[in-house]
């Protein structure tokens, strides 16, 4: 069975992968032979997984979690759920504020 899987490493970053057999996977990963990431990385915890009908559909879903911040996969690994449309929303670094009709005149 396909599976889209996060690893957390020993210095707390997250591996994002997929695979057809986790269990091997995993042990891959924290012998040193799963990628070259983790092998500085452990060891290694398997904090969440999801399972795919098919490959394809798992490997799509890593490369989507791949690109998601740390503050949305953790919500993901907490299964906080309603959590995560408003993390996807990209603020570029910057802190946005409600301006009042008064400073919006003024520059």
Not at 10 to 31: K, M, P, Q, T
Not at 48 to 70: L, P
Not at 92 to 98: D, L, P, S, W
């Amino acid at each position: 069975m396909p599976y889209m899987y996060i690893l957390e490493c020993a210095d707390g970053s997250f591996y994002v992968g997929s695979c057809r057999n986790l269990e091997n996977r995993v042990w891959l990963h924290d012998i040193g032979e799963g990628a070259q990431y983790t092998k500085r990385r452990r060891p290694v915890v398997l904090v969440y997984s999801e399972t795919y009908d098919n490959v394809h559909d798992a490997f799509a879903r890593e490369k989507r979690v791949q690109g998601w911040s740390r503050a949305k996969r953790n919500a993901l690994i907490a299964r906080e759920y309603d959590q995560l449309s408003d993390l996807s929303r990209k603020t570029f670094g910057r802190r946005y504020t409600e301006v009042s009709d008064d400073e919006s005149d003024h520059g």
